[in-house]
């Protein structure tokens, strides 16, 4: 039954991307290429992390789904969305390599997990800053769902291991942090207007 629950979990993941690529193909969302290829890399890393540590099955379904997820929406921001690439991208892809590098010499893929949310984190301040920028530039409803099927995830966990709990509850925050962003700067918009009027 927890397995069934998992892939339904996963399929509903990836259904809560429909919205955002459906707004990055009619161009009202801008997906960001360098933050979204940082993302694809550090999903990449997770599910091959999480295989590793053993016993994460949640996470591995969770973070494969995510780069699924992650690297559909690359491909439409080569074409669609904007190209910055700053040195803050830079620094969270070598980060997440850092990482691997670092796994590979200790034999703990915890330490690349660990590398692949901080990373993860520091990526998505050009997200944040443009959340909070360009509100209507980003899709809440990806942004909501991502985070509640995320805490799916965390309830699916086997153990109490870093390796099944920390992605999950990282998704669940910084999606959360992201959608309440947007939430609030579009609240504020629509009152300023209505109050200018």
């Keep these: 039954m927890r397995n069934l629950v998992l892939v339904i979990a996963g399929i509903a993941d990836l259904l809560a991307n429909v919205p955002y690529i459906k707004d990055s193909l009619k161009g009202k969302t801008k997906p960001n290429t360098a933050s979204w290829s940082t993302w694809a890399l550090i999903n990449g890393i997770t599910v091959i992390a999480a295989i590793n540590a053993g016993g994460a099955t949640n996470t591995v379904i969770l973070g494969f789904t995510y780069f699924l997820a992650t690297l559909t929406i690359l491909l439409i921001a080569l074409f669609r969305g904007t190209r910055k690439y700053t040195i803050l991208d830079g620094t969270c892809q070598f980060l997440a390599i ?85 939430y609030l700067k579009r609240k504020n918009q629509r009152q300023f207007i209505s109050g200018s009027a």
């Design 98 to 182: 850092v990482g691997v590098i670092l796994w590979q010499f200790s034999g703990n893929p915890n330490v690349a997990l660990l590398f692949v949310i901080v990373s993860g984190e520091v990526a998505a301040i050009p997200t944040f800053r443009h959340a909070y920028g360009y509100p209507h530039e980003e899709t809440l409803s990806s942004f909501v769902m991502a985070s509640l099927i995320a805490v799916i995830f965390v309830c699916l966990a086997t153990t109490a291991s870093f390796a099944s709990l920390a992605v999950p509850i990282d998704l669940v925050i910084g999606n959360g942090i992201i959608a309440t962003i947007i």
